[in-house]
């Protein structure tokens, strides 16, 4: 597990080539795509974050090695360490580190710093124009949704139109996975699901559990520990570079 979003390889190649020729073939129907590790990499939001709080807490020099590289996964200790901060510096910063992280990350302020994985947006484009409808479905809350809005149309991912939809989480207490289970289920307009993609293991299931007949991407940038197997049918890419 690490983020190589800029790779390519057959298989991704002709995984993709499956997911635009289903929706060619559908015509109709919905895409759904996942937005945090998925359409989107949030790690530049995080070390927008962790600057910040550096900066205003004049520890700028101690985080000036940390980069994007070193966000492989949610462990915010481990990710300094990678980046070589003393063990000494993560002890005694970590709790008011770990607070501003939490603050900006569940909040609208930082998501501008997030960019959209290589690919992404020219590949919902293409399922949109063979004439699916996107629907973002993610685990950010209702909180998040001004920013995330302004994230979608600013990276020029289908949005606005009257057909894209986004689904955030009434509850941010609600477990992801358990949220995205009841807006399939309850919430989210009846429509056949043609093609979905996310990074979560579990969500991906959810999909083919969902609706055997879709394509599904698992991407492989991170997810949270101790995903479920990937179910057999999953369609693993890197990214959206064919
Ligand atoms: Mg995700």
Partial sequence: MAWRAHSRSAEQSAALRRAA?????????????????CLFDNR???????????????????????????????????????????????????????AAWWRGFFSSDWMHLDEPLPGAVAFTR???????????????????????????ARAGF???????????KPEAAEADHLWKARALAEIIPPEPLIVGAD?????????????????????DTDHSPKPEPVHPEALPVRGFLS
């Fill in 44 to 98: 530049p939001r995080q070390l927008g974050i962790l600057r910040a709080w550096a900066a205003s807490a004049g520890q700028a020099e101690a985080l000036a090695a940390l980069s994007v590289g070193h966000f492989m996964d949610w462990d915010l200790q481990a990710t300094l360490r990678r980046a070589g901060i003393p063990k000494p510096w993560i002890e005694r910063h970590y709790e008011a580190l770990r």
């Fill in 126 to 152: 293409g399922l949109a124009q063979a004439g699916l409808r996107p629907v973002y479905l993610t685990g950010r809350d209702d909180t998040m949704r001004p920013g995330t809005e302004r994230a979608l």
């Fill in 158 to 168: 289908p949005w606005g139109d009257g057909r894209a939809a986004l689904y955030t």
């Fill in 199 to 219: 990074n979560e293991p579990a969500n991906v299931n959810l999909y083919l559990n969902h609706a055997p007949d879709a394509v599904v991407l698992w991407l």
């Fill in 21 to 37: 020729r289903r929706a060619e073939a559908a015509g109709q129907g919905m895409a759904v795509l996942d937005l945090d590790g």
